[in-house]
Structure formats: structure tokens, C-alpha cells
């Protein structure tokens, strides 16, 4: 079964507009890591956030940690059509389980 | 510094014949891990080899096999394929690291079509 639950499936947002997803999960995790796909390539690391960190940042990517929640949430700020791609959260307990996804379309 | 490297970019198998798919992990990378992904779905974990050995196996058939070699780089084998079995498969390598505290980085992946 899959540990991390990302929320929305899809998102929809303009060009300049900020976007935000959220990560779920049901165990202790070491750490919850960030990643980017855009169609059919690999997975992008965006951002690793430990269980001890509440809210890190990198560029225009900003992750917040709620450990007594045991749920994460990514916001990309600015955005622009070159951020259009899924995105996915995934946890480190004994191995690194990725959720389904957000998908993220940037209209020009 | 080169990343994870992935071959075959593509690879089309008959149902029932066996596939390998082969990664190198980004140097200085002992633990490498191989990942699923079918059309729509997501990510599933399929195998973590570290220093040579299989840490951990995911809810796989016993036909995916993989092997890690000396020099850490690795091999994904599935046998006796179904049409299922398309997917994109994904190596992904990391520093050592027995509970995955460390960060993972993928290749491009190689995308398996069974006809």
C-alpha cells in the first residue's frame, strides 16, 4: 500500500499564481522527500525535510512538516508554465514510498 | 558528475520472454532501488540493493529478479512476461543509508512495452 497520499489529483492554476498540494501518511517517517516528474521521465528531487524540521526552503519551492498531523504540504510560488508536471511526496520509514501524485498544468 | 543512467531507453518484448534492464547509480552510490510505474498508476517499489544486497523487496511475483553488482551497478530482471508488465521502470541510487535518510535520485527510466 501506498504511505503517502497527495491531495488534490489535479491542479489548475495561471501563470504567476502559487500552488499548493498536501501530502498525507499513516507511519513514522525519518523523512518525507519531494519530487517532480514531468511526462514520461524521470522523477526530479525537489526538496528532502526531516521528521525533526517544520518548514524548509528552496528557490520558489516552499515545504511545511506537520509531524502530529503526519501530513506535508509543497507550495510552489510564482509559477510558471515550466513548473506544469506531477508532483510527489514520499516517505522514508524502511523504504521510500510515493503517493499517486499532483498533477500541476501551468496556463500561460 | 553523471547522473543515474538507465539502458535500454525503450525495450518491446513478447509476452512470455524475459527482459533486463540495467542501471549505474551516480558515483560514489552503493544503494540502488528500482520503482514501477504503469500507465496511470503510481510508483511502486520494487527492489533496494545495498553493497551488494537485497535490503528489501516490494509486493512483487518472484519473476522480478534483480542483482547488484561490485561495482553498484545493477540489473533488473522480469521473466516469463505479461502484458501488464509495461510500465516505465525506474532506478533510483542513493549514498548508503540502512534507513534511507539520504537523498534519492532517479534516472530517466526505461520504458517496457509487452505485445
Known amino acids: 500500500s501506498q504511505q503517502g497520499e497527495e491531495d488534490p489529483q489535479a491542479l489548475s492554476i495561471q501563470e504567476g499564481e502559487n500552488a499548493t498540494m498536501n501530502c498525507s501518511y499513516k507511519?513514522?517517517?525519518?523523512?518525507l522527500q519531494w519530487y517532480r516528474q514531468n511526462s514520461g521521465r524521470g522523477l526530479v528531487h525537489l526538496i528532502l525535510?526531516?521528521?525533526?524540521?517544520r518548514e524548509k526552503h528552496s528557490g520558489r519551492l516552499r515545504v511545511t512538516l506537520d509531524t502530529s498531523k503526519k501530513s506535508s504540504s509543497l507550495l510552489i510560488t510564482a509559477s510558471r508554465a515550466a513548473d506544469t508536471a506531477s508532483y510527489f511526496c514520499?516517505?522514508?520509514?524502511?523504504?521510500?514510498?510515493f503517493g499517486a501524485g499532483t498533477t500541476v498544468t501551468v496556463r500561460a | 558528475e553523471a547522473g543515474v543512467t538507465q539502458s535500454p531507453t525503450h525495450l518491446i518484448k513478447t509476452r512470455g520472454q524475459q527482459a533486463t534492464l540495467r542501471c549505474s547509480p551516480i558515483?560514489?552510490?552503493?544503494?540502488v532501488y528500482w520503482y514501477q510505474q504503469a500507465l496511470g498508476l503510481g510508483l511502486q517499489f520494487l527492489l533496494w540493493?545495498?553493497?551488494?544486497?537485497?535490503?528489501n523487496r516490494g509486493n512483487f511475483p518472484p519473476r522480478f529478479s534483480g542483482r547488484q553488482f561490485p561495482n553498484y551497478s545493477s540489473e533488473l530482471n522480469v521473466n516469463a512476461l505479461e502484458l501488464e508488465d509495461s510500465a516505465l521502470y525506474l532506478c533510483?541510487?542513493?549514498?548508503?543509508?540502512?534507513?534511507?535518510?539520504?537523498?534519492?535520485?532517479f534516472g530517466e527510466g526505461s520504458w517496457l512495452t509487452v505485445v
Open positions: 533510483a541510487s542513493s549514498l548508503a543509508g540502512r534507513e534511507l535518510g539520504n537523498t534519492i535520485y
Open positions: 507511519t513514522s517517517i525519518n523523512n
Open positions: 525535510i526531516r521528521s525533526n524540521e
Open positions: 514520499a516517505t522514508a520509514d524502511y523504504k521510500l514510498s
Open positions: 558515483s560514489g552510490h552503493t544503494s
Open positions: 540493493y545495498d553493497e551488494g544486497e537485497e535490503r
